[in-house]
């Protein structure tokens, strides 16, 4: 059953005010938002953006309806949209909202090009991360069609106390150094890293790119080819870092969220490829952590630590919805000024607004997405098809456990 949050009406007349700043003529009638939300309403975000809303209907007279679907809107927007049941706005993955739900999004770059109550005399387009608004357009063919929020970036976060003990005052950016950090930790009982089966691919992709570069390791995936040398070469190096007890061996057993749950939260693990979210996730496990994070290490001729991937959610607004405008302005309400720091602080994650504060527990992360230059995609493409993502799963577990030795791992991914 849907939750609804419905928040008050106010007065058809405070909407008079507000269609100056909205550019949208006021109809007389009081503007009401459905807003379809991909958190749950018991998340740090749902909380946030329920009091958000809240607080905008209060400020602007405009009301807003949220139906908190959680991750079950990948399976019921599409079916709403489709049946053109009333919908105004909603919220998912950038690229999911810009390719999946892309036929049902409003342009919106006139908007962007505007300035807004949180926004001072600027531009909206001018006080947020200029890097995934131009990811926007490149999703839209040119134009913006969805607004990121929420941003985040594949990092490798680590515990900076176990750093610290170890003796490790600089995170690896090369892999001898990422080596000679986990020989350090090795030194005082802690394991260097670990993964869960839901980032298995995630990690093979991120050290192909490292090794090839992005190039050659999408052309993986679109031909189904695992017959490099680079294939034997991360053979060989998670077999010596198994062999050496730098690579959790519980790893090969892992289902998602054990690794970060049971081996990162209690300290037994110093690092894991993730993304930003981590520390928002384990936060009740592990309230004290004090993180750190750096971009995987180079490992060969591929690319270096200046290739990430980052992403964000987004909000896409409908374009057969009766309120644009003021659609649009919630979006700037929850993007900018308090309530974009108020949403990177409870959830601790980053922000949107140039000059919103971030998380401290994300503070290093902020540096490696500051250097990125070049973007890789979602598990540099090795979760685009299920047979390739359950083949490197299967083969990768046997590596770590050593029932596949490093030819052996080789051999069967290029089958």
Do not use: H
Not at 33 to 51: C, D, F, H, K, T
């Amino acid at each position: 059953m849907r939750r609804w949050v419905v928040l008050a009406v106010v007065t058809a007349a405070a909407l008079l005010g507000l269609a100056g700043c909205s550019g949208k003529k006021s109809s007389g009638e009081s503007a009401k938002i459905l807003y379809w939300s991909m958190w749950n309403e018991s998340e740090p975000q749902g909380q946030v953006i329920a009091r958000a809303a809240e607080a905008f209907t209060k400020e602007t007279g405009i009301r807003v309806d949220i139906n908190f679907n959680g991750r079950e809107i990948r399976k019921t927007l599409q079916p709403a949209l489709d049946a053109g049941e009333t919908i105004d706005l909603f919220d998912e993955d950038i690229e999911r909202v810009a390719n999946t739900w892309g036929n049902y999004l409003l342009p919106l770059d006139e908007y962007v090009a505007k300035p807004y109550p949180t926004t001072g005399e600027k531009p909206y387009e001018a006080v947020i991360n200029k890097t995934l608004l131009d990811l926007a357009r490149q999703l839209g063919s040119g134009q913006v069609k969805n607004i990121p929020y929420q941003p985040s970036a594949f990092v490798t976060l680590y515990n900076k106390d176990l750093f610290e003990q170890a003796g490790i005052s600089t995170p690896p950016q090369t892999g001898e150094e990422l080596l000679d950090a986990c020989a350090k930790l090795k030194a005082i009982g802690v394991t260097g890293i670990t993964v869960d089966d839901a980032y298995m691919a995630a990690f093979f992709g991120y050290n192909m790119d490292r090794l090839v570069g992005a190039g050659a390791t999408l052309a993986m995936v679109k031909n189904n080819d695992f017959t490099g040398p680079q294939v034997l070469a991360f053979g060989q190096l998670m077999e010596m870092m198994v062999q050496n007890g730098y690579f959790s061996q519980k790893a090969a057993s892992n289902i998602y969220p054990a690794g970060q749950v049971e081996e990162i939260a209690t300290g037994k693990v110093a690092m894991y490829l993730n993304g930003t979210w981590l520390p928002n996730e384990i936060k009740g496990n592990a309230p004290n952590m004090r993180w750190g994070a750096f971009a995987w290490p180079a490992l060969g001729a591929g690319d270096g630590i200046e290739a990430n991937n980052f992403g964000a959610q987004s909000f896409g607004i409908n374009k057969n919805t009766k309120y644009p405008a003021e659609a649009f302005q919630f979006i700037v309400w929850l993007t900018t000024g308090e309530w974009d720091v108020t949403l990177a602080k409870e959830s601790i994650g980053i922000p949107m607004g140039n000059d919103s504060a971030w998380p401290e527990a994300l503070a290093e992360a902020k540096a490696v997405v500051d250097s990125t230059t070049k973007r890789l995609p979602w598990a540099v493409g090795m979760e685009d098809s299920p047979d390739i993502n359950a083949k490197i799963k299967e083969n990768f577990a046997k590596l770590i456990m050593g029932s596949l030795n490093a030819e052996q791992f080789a051999e069967a991914m290029a089958k």
